[in-house]
């Protein structure tokens, strides 16, 4: 996450006109490390929990305030967090093989990257809690279908087409493109800000409380059950 | 609608983690009971349209106030106001036989269940007003596919679908599953409580107004003459 | 800009319980007359953007402030501000052949008709930035599916299919009509007008800076250089 924050706090400052978040492989995002995570949290609970919800609410608030179009080309499965913070971006381009899921609930934690009000905003409060509450996997065309994904590329073709319509849209006026983006966001900062806040107080009292490591470690049992 | 309330307010007071609501047969919710309604507007047409208005009020109010999550099963047709309380429910299943519909301006009323601010939202505006104005009729498909109805299930397997579903779902952690939809409507209920309020006051205005009556007289006229 | 104006004016104060804006031939509604808008610029930069800017802030407040149901029936292609000011009608029909496209970053202005806030709002931030940020073109089918329009009527029996459901929206009584439109609208004037206000600002600049100029050159030498 602080790679990805100072990659992005070097571009908002150069003469670049626009950001292009990918990943390389077959996978575009996984969970966080939660082995080391329920690690951590065993030594110092209540230290670990605060940090690593502070982590993530700096993480999410510099997508928040990033003022330039960030586009996601979303290469393969977007899990978590990575997926959360798709409505945070301008444009989300996917292969036709990505898909999508949270499983916040199973493993007793709940949502982050303010997808508990960017979510309902996109597809509506059903369609959102499908995902936030039941851990729905919804393939690429499914994700475009409800406005989450805005393109879906063939596989074959996916870097190509990517690269294609980043260079006709790096062809636009750069002002015109933060203006654009700043005129769409300029009311929800505040709300976005908030959102985020509140996402990570809560998520910082589950880490933080025995009922909520209990949720984890249990998640873990039955993931080790399952081979 | 005060059955249902006094469910809800056992539900969210007992050790339940969630509220499953469905009809039995084959209509999920059918209009009020208009020629009693009718005749007790004649009575007394200030008193019945304040206590209706009310009685609508408050109902919908314990949907907004509502802290577990409500899944709705859509059995069959769901007509006026169990339709309109939809979005202010979590998850929403259907079976592919239900079908949507309000069709308020026909008989000269406005709209309720804050339909009139949770339609736009999920579906925008134009869409909406096919509904709210227009009393266009959407299939379980449709709905599914404008965000209404978040997953459709076979008529065959509905019931055993559903509560397949729910015991999933059952099986979270229930404070995280209340944690996810209060961060979800946290921002929302004050819009949603004066919502309520402004279509109540509507409302009662217009069972209060000779224009009003005569519209539903109108109405019923029709439809008998359909016969 | 005007006509319709002083038409909607006119509507807004007689006997009529609605409005069907649609457009005669087979184009629903083009750019403004660019050529002549540039030579305005360059006689008068300031003056001229001020005025152009004030013209367009005053034409879409006419819509934020309009209380009876606007249809409109779009029957070609509807590019530009023609088709930023859909969202604030309230319901969208098309002819199957009709499509949209906002160009705006192309010749480097920013978009206006309160389209930052509501395209958004009607399709989620993605799609919505396909089309303001990368002009994308949707087909009338592709515009109902993200709920820019809400019905498509076959080319043949366009017209006639309009005046069919005009006349059955027109037989609603009209208080109810304009209580609705102002039940789903009271929340959001203020926000429109705010947005329309915050566009305009950003034009009026834009239409008045050398760069603002330069890019509308470039884009019509672009346009010359490909015949």
């Known amino acids: ?3 990805l924050q100072s990659a ?15 990943a390389v492989g077959s996978v575009f995002c996984c969970f966080l490390d939660f082995i080391h995570f329920i690690r951590c949290l065993t ?3 209540k230290g670990e929990s605060a940090r690593m919800a502070e982590a993530i609410r700096s993480f999410v608030n510099t997508f928040i305030h990033f003022t330039k179009p960030i586009i996601i080309a979303v290469n393969g ?13 301008d444009l989300v381009w ?14 007793g934690q709940s949502p982050d990257g303010c997808s508990m009000i960017m979510f309902p905003k996109i597809m509506g409060g059903a369609s959102a809690n499908e995902m936030l509450l039941c851990g729905r ?3 690429a065309q499914e994700a475009c279908g409800k406005g989450l994904v805005s393109r879906v590329f063939w596989t074959g073709t996916f870097t190509q087409d990517v690269m294609d319509h980043i260079k006709e849209l790096a062809s636009c006026n750069p ?3 933060e203006k654009s983006k700043s005129l769409v966001r300029c009311n929800m900062r505040l709300e976005l800000e908030q959102a985020n806040e509140r996402e990570c107080e809560v998520l910082k009292k589950i880490w933080g409380s025995a009922q909520g490591m209990d949720s984890m470690l249990k998640y873990l049992q039955r993931k080790i059950d399952e081979f």
């Open 1 to 3: 996450m602080k790679e």
């Open 137 to 139: 996997k919804l393939m």
């Open 43 to 45: 030594d110092d609970r």
């Open 8 to 22: 992005l706090s070097t571009a908002g400052a150069d003469g670049s006109k626009l950001v292009l978040l990918s």
């Open 94 to 107: 996917a292969n036709e093989k990505a898909w999508f899921q949270m499983h916040y609930t199973t493993f």
């Open 175 to 177: 002002v015109m493109l």
């Open 77 to 89: 499965p977007a899990i978590g967090l990575g997926e959360s913070i798709l409505p945070l971006c």
